[in-house]
């Protein structure tokens, strides 16, 4: 069984900044793709950065410049560093990681984080 847990999510102000962080548990070998999404209310589920096994990343035009993926195959965690932040960044921000485990494959989602930018 494999587990994401997200944390780091708050209120910060506009221009602030904040580091989310993804941890991965359980019976798992690796990740390969993982990547950060955000929801909020009313609107579709959105991909706002993607980082491969090798490293290779891509981010929504929105968050392009301000954001940054990143991973730490140690630790089986993977962050988003969150610049410049804006009002229109507010969501729930959640991680999906898929990957290898001791018997198979996984795909799986962490609970989200609340990110709230507001003065």
């Known amino acids: 069984q494999v587990q994401l847990v997200e944390s780091g999510g708050g209120l910060v102000q506009p221009g602030g900044s904040l580091r989310l962080s993804c941890a991965a548990s359980?019976?798992?070998?690796?990740?390969?793709?993982a990547g950060w999404y955000r929801r909020v209310p009313g609107k579709e589920r959105e991909l706002v950065a993607g980082i491969t096994s090798g490293g290779r990343t891509n981010y929504a035009d929105s968050v392009t410049g301000r954001f940054t993926i990143s991973r730490d195959n140690a630790k089986n965690t993977v962050y988003l560093q969150m610049n410049s932040l804006k009002a229109e960044d507010t969501a729930v921000y959640l991680c999906?990681?898929?990957?290898?485990?001791?018997?198979?494959?996984?795909?799986?989602w962490g609970q989200g984080t609340q990110v709230t930018v507001s003065s």
């Open positions: 999906n990681a898929m990957g290898r485990t001791t018997t198979g494959f996984y795909n799986n």
């Open positions: 359980g019976s798992i070998l690796s990740i390969g793709v």
